[in-house]
């Protein structure tokens, strides 16, 4: 009996250390566990963000494109002074500009210096032929610390302008009546309504918050108002000067 008792106990007490060597060999493996998640997880996750990096900028040159912000719209003023052979002397114009991208729509009044009076309309449209920030994609644009224009813009200029009773120039109305002596017309009062277009090249010149343009083209305009007694035709292309400036935006 005794003998029993002795090797009841010994198998109790090997279970014992058997059951609490299984407990310790799980703590340890789970504390294994916790230290390889802590010591690799980090490296997995500058892994995975390099690995977003380089997948985003290995995308395909379709994709960066669909990912490319539209142009903002701005709004800006402009003031110029131009003069075309269409026998109506010098105009002065200040017009608001819509912008967007390379392209700029502008409308604004016109005053006649010969009249000194506002009595016309203009449209214009120009559109940037050179030069450019769209030229860059976004990533290309992050590296760029201070965007800037280029100085020298070229530009495509058509522009459409209507005059009402406008008065001739002061040299086209000495050379009308020089040349229509015999008429009973007061060539210094006459008064015609005029419409024409123009295409012109556009060469500005970017400062730091404004803009010189300089332009000059052909132009075709047409008096409604004329006479047919008169030296200057009724219809006909000249050539159109002008000078101003612009404020992109404000």
């Given at each position: ?67 490319k912000k539209s142009p903002s719209v701005k709004i ?29 729509f502008g409308i604004g009044p016109c005053l006649q ?99 010189i343009r300089n332009y000059m083209g052909f132009t ?31």
């Amino acid at each position: 009996m005794k003998d029993r008792g002795v090797n009841f106990k010994r198998f109790t007490l090997a279970v014992t250390l058997i059951k609490i060597l299984n407990m310790k060999k799980q703590i340890s493996i789970t504390l294994f566990l916790i230290l390889i998640i802590v010591c690799v997880c980090p490296n997995l996750k500058a892994q995975l963000c390099t690995s977003m990096m380089n997948a985003k900028v290995m995308k395909p040159t379709f994709i960066q494109k669909e990912e490319k912000k539209s142009p903002s719209v701005k709004i800006g003023l402009g003031l110029e002074t131009y003069v075309a052979g269409n026998a109506l002397g010098t105009f002065y114009s200040a017009r608001f500009n819509i912008s967007k991208g390379r392209s700029v729509f502008g409308i604004g009044p016109c005053l006649q210096k010969r009249s000194m009076a506002f009595n016309g309309v203009k449209v214009s449209y120009s559109r940037l032929l050179s030069g450019g920030l769209d030229r860059y994609d976004a990533d290309e644009l992050k590296n760029i610390k201070e965007e800037r224009e280029d100085l020298l813009e070229l530009r495509m200029l058509c522009y459409f302008q209507y005059t009402n009773a406008a008065q001739l120039s002061y040299k086209a109305s000495r050379v009308e009546t020089i040349t229509n002596k015999e008429s009973n017309i007061n060539f210094n009062e006459f008064r015609t309504s005029t419409i024409e277009g123009a295409l012109c090249a556009e060469l500005d010149v970017n400062l730091t918050w404004l803009k010189i343009r300089n332009y000059m083209g052909f132009t075709t305009y047409y008096h409604f108002d004329y006479t047919t007694a008169m030296y200057r035709p009724k219809c006909s292309p000249a050539l159109v000067f002008g000078t101003g400036i612009i404020i992109p935006s404000f």
